[in-house]
Structures are given as structure tokens and as C-alpha cells.
């Protein structure tokens, strides 16, 4: 049986039951090097303080190094009685050092220590992250490019509306990735704040320096309350909203994608590297990965819930329950990851069929709007004009035809002020062409758009027209 770190209270040993309950090792040896980083910053931090001597501060530090490369060589016994990540790693310090290993943990706790683990580990995977949402930012803008002039029906109530162009509808989802790495960024003054120095709620004793040991790790600012240093999740919180945010982004390009490569719309073909068949139904090419992602958003969704029940009750400081914030950071952390790059991936690779959309622009009068428009440019009232337009399409419906396909005479028992330039207004290429409003479908606002968007991705518009 070990010894445990805070043996000394104790006359009997821990029940097995209680040590496989209580253990966060399994899950937070994934914070081994920030650990590890964190204890170096300390350790030369308490040396140069004067906290403990400088030569002891040294052996702590090779120490630490060594320890690190014995867990990177897979020559870490993880023992579960350790009970987490920051008792094994102290643990096996003293073993090889002795008697100076003991000293490391002065003037600080677990307490302080895990929180500031927590952050570093946090403030990279969100950077990584960052990048990534620009890599399928880019491929969206390359798709968007790819396919600048197609024209397909835009939905609402996921009934046909009015023309819109594919690039149009691309970069919508481009606005929602530039927000999602907004708000990562801007997350991130908030991340790097350390909580070390906190000890384990009230301060220490000893003459520390916080904000040396912060520099050390890259962190600008130190914590300001004690209580709160150790106590605030408030960090994973916001991440897990935003990654939530960006799961249910991902979630609803996702049902498009799976929308529109069944038979019924036909507008794209998953590629087949990003498709799986059936066991069972050999023509069958399932969005098995459009679909997971969708699923897996819930599942985002669901860790924001989780932590925000475990934290709502608790009193100040510290509670053990916070250890219950690692697995859902981890899974949330590892979900969007694989979520942004495999639609990176899919996007790339997606197959558009031009011919699928252009036959879908019939049959829905989606120019009625320009109709109606056209009417209000001859002096008819916007109200009226839509009360016009409506019985024209009612007829039209009757007779099976498109309203380009119906005669002027027909359209002027409905519309009396319609005119032959009307026909004009009836084709799709001119009613997207006529939408120049500011961020609107209009070929020349779409192309300033997606030159902007190539611009904050460093993607040269030159290069890609060619
Ligand atoms: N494993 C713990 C956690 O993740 C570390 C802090 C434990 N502190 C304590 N006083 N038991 O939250």
C-alpha cells in the first residue's frame, strides 16, 4: 500500500471502494505536462524567493524533467492509489530526489495547482482550435468559390422562397465559423489568468511572487481573489457554451448536407471517403459522418449542462465535485476538434450538382416576390401588389405553369398594371442579380463578401479565380 501525501491524519487506509470513486487519474494523466510545467514555474519560483534554497530549487526542476520524459517514454507506473495526477507525479518526485521533493508543494494545493493545469491545457487546445475553424473557414470559401454562380432555391420553413446563390449560402455559414473564432479569442484574456498562489483558498504564509510564476507560463495576468482563483469554472463554462455553439453550427450545415445528398434533393454527392454503405442494402452510401456530427452536438450541448448542475450549488471555495469538470472538458475538447476538421475534410471533397439545383429553381414561383416588387415599381401599393401576385400564382398553380410560361393577358386579370417588361423580373438569374442590398444575394455583393472572407483567411482572391 502506498503511502498517500496526507497520510499523516490517518490511522487506517483508504477502502479500495472509496479509492476507485475518489480517483481522477485514469482521466487527468492527460494533464501531466502542464502539471508538470505548472510545478517547474513553482519551484523556481519558491528558489528565487528565497522560499527554499535555490540549488534545492534545481533538483526539483531536473526532477521534473526527468519524470516527464519517463511518462513520455511510457515508463510511468499510474498507480490509482494516487488518487490524481498531481499526488503521482509528487509522488515519484520524492522517490528520485528525496528528501528536497518534499518541499515542492510549499505555499501552494492541489487546489490552486489543478485549477492553473486546467487553464493552460485549455488556452492551447482553444488556439489549436482556432486554427482549425480558419482551415474549414477556408474550405467553405474555396467551395464558395469553386461554385460562384450557381443558383439554387434559399428556404424558409424548408419550403422553396427565392433564388439565393450556392457561394450565398456557403458564406452564411462563414459568418457563424468567424464568430465561433471570435469568441474563442476573446475568450482567451479570460483563460490565461493564474490562479496559482490562491494555495488552497485563503493565501499563504509565505513571501510567494504569483505573477513570476504566471510569466513563466505565458499567462499575462494573476488571480485576485483567493476564494475565487480556486473555486471559478466559470472559464470551462464559457468554453463548453461556445464549443456547444459551434457544435450546433456544424449540427445544422450537417442536416443539409444530409438533406441534400438524399435522392429527394439531389444537390450534392458526398464524397466517398467521407461515407459509409450498408451491411445489409448494397446501393446504399449513408452520411454516416454529417450524421455523428449532428449526434455528437448533443452530446456537447449535454457537458454544458453537466457542469453548470455541478457547479450551481456549491459553496465556497474548492469542492471536490469540480473534479468533475475534466471529463467533459476532455470529450467536449476532443468532439470539436474531430467535428470541425472531419467537415474541413468533407467540404473539401464535396461533389455540387449544378443540374439537381437548377431543376429545383421550377416549380416553386420563386420569383413571385419580384413580381410583386416589379408591380410596386409601377405605383401599386406593396400589400396590394402581394394580393395580386397571390391570385396569380393561384392560377398559374391551376394550370400547371411556371409564371413566366403564362401570357400577359392572363397575368393582367390579376395584376392590371403589369406591363411585358415584367418577364424580365420572372427569371431567376434576375431576380438574384437584382438583390444588391447590403449583404445580400447579388452576384457583385457575394463576390465582395467572399474576397473579405479570403482576405481574413489569407487566401488570395487573385490566385483562386484562376
Ligand atoms: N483531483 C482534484 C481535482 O481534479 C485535484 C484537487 C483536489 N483537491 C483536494 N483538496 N482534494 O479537482
Given at each position: 500500500m502506498v503511502q498517500k501525501p496526507w497520510g499523516g491524519r490517518f490511522a487506517g487506509e483508504t477502502a479500495k471502494t472509496v479509492e476507485d470513486f475518489t480517483t481522477s487519474l485514469s482521466f487527468d494523466r492527460r494533464l501531466y505536462r502542464q502539471d508538470i510545467a505548472v510545478s517547474i514555474a513553482h519551484a523556481r519560483m519558491l528558489g528565487r524567493q528565497g522560499i527554499i534554497a535555490p540549488a534545492g530549487a534545481e533538483e526539483l526542476v531536473r526532477g521534473l524533467e526527468e519524470i516527464r520524459a519517463e511518462i513520455e517514454a511510457g515508463e510511468f507506473d499510474f498507480d490509482p492509489?494516487?488518487?490524481?495526477i498531481h499526488m503521482a507525479i509528487e509522488t515519484r518526485l520524492i522517490a528520485k530526489v528525496g528528501e528536497v521533493g518534499r518541499k515542492l508543494h510549499t505555499a501552494r494545493s492541489r487546489n490552486d495547482q489543478v485549477a492553473l493545469d486546467v487553464r493552460l491545457y485549455l488556452a492551447a487546445e482553444v488556439e489549436i482550435l482556432i486554427e482549425a475553424l480558419a482551415e474549414l473557414r477556408r474550405a467553405g470559401a474555396r467551395l464558395a468559390r469553386r461554385h460562384l454562380d450557381i443558383i439554387l432555391p434559399g428556404y424558409t420553413h424548408l419550403q422553396r422562397a427565392q433564388p439565393i446563390l450556392l457561394a450565398h449560402h456557403f458564406l452564411a455559414y462563414d459568418e457563424m465559423w468567424r464568430r465561433d473564432a471570435l469568441r474563442l479569442t476573446e475568450s482567451l484574456a479570460r483563460l490565461k489568468v493564474s490562479p496559482l498562489g490562491a494555495a488552497a483558498l485563503a493565501g499563504t504564509t509565505f513571501p510567494i511572487d504569483p505573477q513570476f510564476t504566471a510569466d513563466q507560463l505565458g499567462f499575462p495576468e494573476v488571480f485576485r481573489n483567493s476564494l475565487d482563483a480556486v473555486s471559478d469554472r466559470d472559464f470551462l463554462l464559457e468554453f463548453l457554451a461556445q464549443a456547444a455553439i459551434i457544435m450546433v453550427h456544424l449540427s445544422r450545415l450537417s442536416e443539409e448536407l444530409i438533406l441534400w445528398s438524399s435522392a429527394e434533393f439531389g444537390f450534392v454527392a458526398l464524397p466517398d471517403a467521407y461515407a459509409t454503405g450498408s451491411s445489409i442494402m448494397p446501393q446504399k452510401k449513408n452520411p454516416d459522418v454529417p450524421e455523428l456530427i449532428r449526434g455528437k452536438s448533443g452530446r456537447v450541448a449535454g457537458h454544458l449542462m453537466g457542469l453548470l448542475m455541478t457547479v450551481k450549488g456549491l459553496p465556497l471555495a474548492y469542492n471536490r465535485d469540480l473534479q468533475e469538470d475534466k471529463e467533459a472538458l476532455f470529450d467536449t475538447v476532443d468532439t470539436v476538434q474531430a467535428a470541425v476538421t472531419l467537415m474541413t475534410g468533407l467540404l473539401e471533397q464535396l461533389e455540387v450538382r449544378p443540374e439537381k439545383m437548377a431543376a429545383a429553381?421550377?416549380?416553386?414561383?420563386?420569383t413571385a416576390t419580384d413580381m410583386a416588387d416589379y408591380l410596386v415599381t409601377k405605383g401599386v401599393a406593396f400589400r396590394t401588389a402581394h394580393e395580386q401576385v397571390g391570385q396569380t400564382v393561384r392560377h398559374a398553380e391551376a394550370q400547371g405553369k411556371e409564371l413566366w410560361e403564362l401570357s400577359l393577358e392572363e397575368i393582367r386579370e390579376f395584376a392590371p398594371l403589369a406591363q411585358a417588361d415584367l418577364f424580365d423580373w420572372l427569371k431567376v438569374e434576375n431576380s438574384v442579380a437584382r438583390r444588391q442590398s447590403p449583404g445580400g444575394t447579388a452576384p457583385e455583393r457575394v463576390r465582395e463578401a467572399l474576397e473579405r472572407a479570403e482576405v481574413e483567411l489569407g487566401l488570395n482572391p487573385y490566385e483562386q479565380k484562376m
Open positions: 492509489a494516487l488518487e490524481d429553381l421550377k416549380g416553386g414561383f420563386l
